[in-house]
């Protein structure tokens, strides 16, 4: 006991003086009394000065304060103090997250997490659980971040301390903003807003700048920036590099979804430094990659994909998932748009596997989970609290009922009027005997309602048990469907490339005229299959790309898809016009725009009549159709579509003529990417003398997604509600199974 005091006299003693050196000379002389109280402590107690010394260092030299808790760690395992053994593991995983080594933060968190638990060490093990949800969240382990974070925000309630239940919330609301379940997200950040202190700076500064990047995504710029802004004003002229680095990023997100590019790359670039100089790699990947989509944007392939494999391989080396997903998608839709079909088709392999294996169903699940036995744990809580309520109001009443009744009685006897006792007791004898008749019949409307309700309860669970089935079945279906074609494609390719050059060889060695006419042919077939397979890899990506609402300027694309498509033979006395009315504002996906446009614009040329006595021609008109559509409107006076099923021609294969070249995809590609928007697709006019085609868009794809994902929310709801009712009917029929009798010898069967 009196080395344990020795030691903190020294502790305190250390912490006045260098508290009143701090203000005159900084840090340092803190620093240089830890260092001397390290010559003078003994063995037993030196684990906690080194402790502190592994604290101070801590936002200076993330390096040097990792072996300043790592040796505390060692001597407090090695002197078996177990509270500093855990306060020691714990700072030191902090700053293995620091310096980004993710797998063994985890591990040592992990192992003075059960320290902590086993002896009560409340106060640690909230700051525990917090650090392994954070070093979970960078890896992308979204489920067991969840888990953590929410165990930690149960202590923090049941303390009451404001300040660390507004930690807790963000770092919620930060899981949630990585699943793209934005709303959630904005509902967590706001909750952690109310909670806030006042007097913690750092934590409101990163609190404002998250709510920021939430409202980025869902689109709402204005109040983005403003909540970036909110954050600058509070620390002014004095913030430091991290809220620099937050700030120059948000804002360059900001610029970037209002297509301000020049202003997101100055952001951004002022970012950058920051963060490789502060070792942070998850934000200085996430910003080369936004670096790389802008010089995407400005048609600068090279460096574009320079910077992409930048970003991957930080990624890759420090185990951020998150952001590796991104560069590999960044990749795949690069090369796809120079036409480098091998490596897009690489990289969207990486990306989908590297997805499937983060976004699996056992995460849905398990994410599903965690949210439902927190809820279960706050309802369960609740209940008791208002259990509690009602005892003591029970209680009070009761009281109240006593010394009421002991007025009354006193009252009677001083006045002595029997009889108005009687008769009150009789008058309220009758009015018992018509409440309890009254009861009655509410009880037995209440059973009967109660009974009707079951049923309906039962039918409609029914019901909806097997929409699900059927929906999941569905799902499977085209999943399946989908891998099929993708995987098909992809095998083909090989082979085709290999025909081709084969072809190629030969026919410098072949002089046969008939022969070289022959391999002519066979080259041109095997590139036609390889246009369909490049086509039916586009419906994959139709299908899987993630949907982002922008706003698009429709001439300038028009512009871009008729400069490709002049790059391909065209008549030369075929006239293309366009014009897009003033008036059009499309806030859509640019992907499955192009797609739309350049397939209905492709299907116009190839189609043209080749009559001397014809002009050929192809007219591109968008206009506003209603205050919520537009009307691409595609005409052309080719040999226009012969087939008497109009909406046929929309099917995967069907042929709008023999000359087509593309297997009858175009079409299809075109009516798949209109239903991905919301849209619809019409053949309104086509003869002998041309056809034309409407699109009907939505002008703002924005609410199209919310309904989507709140639809996407509820199937998950019900669907994990199905699950726990066949769960527990397979429990129920385990348990009653246990109870049959066995059959009598000679019993009738």
């Known amino acids: 006991m009196y080395v344990r005091f020795r030691l903190w006299t020294i502790i305190t003693c250390l912490a006045i003086s260098s508290w009143y050196c701090e203000s005159l000379y900084g840090q340092t002389p803190k620093l240089d009394s830890l260092n001397r109280a390290l010559l003078t402590v003994s063995n037993g107690e030196r684990h906690q000065v080194l402790f502190w010394l592994a604290y101070e260092w801590f936002d200076i030299d993330n390096e040097k304060a990792v072996d300043f808790a790592s040796q505390a760690y060692s001597l407090a395992s090695k002197n078996s103090d177990s509270l500093w053994v855990v306060k020691s593991g714990r700072i030191r995983g902090q700053l293995l997250r620091r310096v980004n080594q993710l797998e063994e933060s985890i591990h040592q968190l992990e192992e003075v997490l059960s320290i902590a638990k086993r002896n009560g060490f409340s106060a640690e093990e909230k700051l ?12 992308a382990n979204y489920d067991k971040a969840l888990e953590y974070n929410f165990a930690s925000l149960e202590i923090r309630e049941r303390e009451g301390d404001k300040k660390q239940i507004s930690i807790a919330l963000n770092n919620i609301g930060l899981v949630y903003y990585k699943l793209g379940d934005f709303d959630r997200a904005l509902e967590f950040y706001m909750r952690a807003f109310n909670e806030k202190s ?5 934590s409101n500064l990163n609190l404002l700048m998250n709510i920021g990047l939430c409202y980025n995504h869902l689109g709402d710029y204005q109040k983005a920036k403003q909540f970036i802004h909110d954050a600058y004003k509070i620390c002014k002229d004095d913030c430091d590099q991290l809220i620099q680095m937050y700030g120059e990023f948000g804002l360059g997100i900001a610029a970037y979804q209002t297509q301000e590019f020049d202003e997101a790359e100055q952001h951004f670039r002022n970012a950058l430094p920051i963060s490789r100089e502060v070792n942070d790699k998850r934000y200085e990947a996430e910003t080369i990659y936004y670096l790389a989509k802008i010089k995407n944007i400005q048609k600068d392939y090279d460096q574009a994909a320079d910077l992409l494999l930048q970003s991957a391989e930080i990624s890759k080396s420090t185990g951020y998932n998150e952001s590796l997903i991104l560069a590999y998608k960044g990749l795949s839709n690069l090369y796809s748009e120079i036409n480098d079909f091998e490596k897009a088709t690489k990289y969207q392999n990486a990306y989908i596997t590297l997805k499937d294996s983060i976004y699996s169903s056992e995460l849905i699940k398990n994410l599903a989970k965690v949210q439902t036995n927190y809820e279960e744990r706050v309802n369960l809580q609740t209940i008791k609290e208002k259990d509690e309520n009602i005892r003591l109001q029970n209680e009070l009443i009761s009281r109240q009922r006593i010394q009421y009744f002991f007025v009354l009685l006193i009252t009677i006897l001083i006045i002595g009027l029997a009889s108005v006792l009687v008769w009150a007791n009789r008058r309220q004898q009758r009015h018992n005997l018509a409440l309890s008749e009254a009861k009655k019949i509410i009880e037995d409307q209440n059973k009967e309602l109660t009974k009707s309700n079951e049923e309906l309860d039962k039918r409609v669970r029914e019901k909806t048990r097997d929409l699900l089935d059927t929906n999941d079945t569905l799902i499977q279906v085209n999943e399946e469907l989908d891998n099929f074609i993708y995987k098909t494609s992809h095998d083909i390719r090989g082979p085709l490339v290999t025909l081709k050059g084969v072809c190629n060889v030969a026919s410098l060695d072949v002089k046969d005229p008939v022969a070289l006419d022959y391999l002519k042919r066979l080259d041109l077939t095997a590139e036609k299959l390889n246009s369909i397979l490049t086509r039916l890899l586009v419906v994959n990506q139709i299908n899987h790309q993630e949907l982002e609402a922008v706003l698009l300027n429709l001439a300038e694309l028009i512009q871009e898809l008729l400069l490709a498509e002049r790059k ?15 008036q059009v504002s499309l806030i859509s996906d640019r992907y499955l725009i192009r797609i739309i446009l350049e397939n209905l614009i492709d299907n116009a040329i190839k189609f043209y009549n080749t009559s001397e006595r014809i002009e050929p021609f192809v007219n591109i008109q968008i206009s506003v159709a209603t205050p919520s559509k537009i009307l691409i409107q595609v005409e052309d006076n080719g040999i226009g579509i012969t087939t008497p099923d109009k909406d046929g021609i929309f099917h995967l294969f069907a042929r709008a003529s023999e000359r087509s070249e593309t297997g009858g995809i175009g079409l299809y590609l075109t009516r798949l990417a209109t239903q991905r928007l919301g849209g619809e697709v ?49 429990e129920q029929e385990e348990f009653l199974s246990q109870f049959k009798l066995p059959k009598q010898k000679g019993a009738a069967t």
């Open 128 to 139: 525990i659980l917090n650090g392994l949800a954070v070093s979970h969240t960078y890896v």
């Open 198 to 202: 006042s007097d913690d700076k750092a």
């Open 568 to 582: 391909t033979p065209i008549p030369s006395r075929m006239k293309i016009t366009s014009h897009v009315d003033p």
């Open 682 to 730: 019409r053949l309104v006019q086509t003869s002998d003398k041309g056809s034309t085609f409407h699109v009907f868009l939505p002008a703002d794809l924005r609410p199209i997604l919310e309904k989507r994902k709140q639809a996407e929310a509820q199937m998950k709801s019900e669907r994990a509600k199905r699950d726990r009712e066949l769960k527990a009917q397979r």
